[in-house]
C-alpha cells in the first residue's frame, strides 16, 4: 500500500512529534523525521480481518499447464455493530524530552465472509470440458448465514435455509420448544444491554 496513506477502510498513521516548547534543554529534533511511513512506525488501521483471503486456487497435473481444478472465492463485508475506535502509541524518543506519537483507528464489528465459491472441475469422460459448481451464502442482519444455495454442475440448484433463534418472534409461545426460544431471544438481549 505505501507510498498511499489510504486505501478503503485502511488508513496509515501519521507520526508526529511531542515537546514541551518551553523547555530550555528542550533542542532540536532535526534527525527525526515525522509523516507517514517513517520510523520507528506507529501502529496502522489494524486490517488483518480483510487479509490473506483466498481469492483464487489452480489445482494442475503434474507438467501440465492446463488446470484440472479451479476455485474462485468472493466476499463479502459483514458488519456488526461496526464502529471505528482511535488509539494512541507514544514512545519516547533517546533524548527523553520528546515523543513520537500516532492516532491510529481500530476497527471493530467489520469482517468478510464468503459471499461465493465458485469451482471448476474437468470432466472426467473429456477432460478439456470445464464442469462448474457454485455455492451462494446469504447472510442475514446479525451476520450469521441464512441461506446456502448450490447450483450443481447439472444447473440444478440445492437451498438450504439456516434459522436462529432470533428469527423466531413470539408473544405469548406456546409449547415447551416455543417457550425455549423466547426465553433464549430474552437472555440475548439482556446480555446486550
Known amino acids: 500500500m505505501y507510498p498511499s496513506v489510504a486505501d478503503g477502510d485502511w488508513q496509515a498513521t501519521k507520526t ?8 530550555a534543554n528542550c533542542g532540536t529534533v532535526e534527525p527525526y523525521m515525522i509523516g507517514y511511513g517513517t520510523s520507528p512506525y506507529p501502529f496502522a488501521t489494524n486490517y488483518d480481518f480483510g ?47 520528546a515523543y513520537f506519537y500516532g492516532v491510529y483507528n481500530i476497527m471493530v464489528g467489520t469482517g468478510y465472509a464468503v459471499s461465493q465459491d465458485v469451482v471448476k472441475e474437468a470432466s472426467e469422460e473429456a477432460p478439456s470440458i470445464m464442469l462448474q ?52 431471544n430474552e437472555t440475548i438481549a439482556a446480555s446486550a444491554n
Open 16 to 23: 508526529r512529534i511531542a515537546r514541551n516548547s518551553s523547555d
Open 51 to 97: 487479509r490473506a483471503l483466498l481469492s483464487k486456487q489452480a489445482e494442475f497435473l503434474e507438467n501440465s499447464t492446463t488446470p484440472v481444478r479451479e476455485r474462485t472465492v468472493t466476499y463479502q463485508k459483514i458488519q456488526r455493530n461496526a464502529a471505528v475506535l482511535r488509539g494512541v502509541k507514544l514512545k519516547r524518543m533517546q533524548t527523553g524530552w
Open 133 to 184: 459448481k457454485t455455492t451462494d451464502y446469504i447472510y442475514n442482519s446479525f451476520g450469521l448465514t441464512r441461506e446456502v444455495r448450490q447450483t450443481q454442475t447439472d444447473n440444478s440448484i440445492t437451498k438450504k435455509i439456516i434459522r436462529y433463534a432470533k428469527d423466531y418472534v413470539f408473544t405469548s409461545p406456546v409449547g415447551t420448544a416455543a417457550q425455549a426460544i423466547k426465553k433464549l
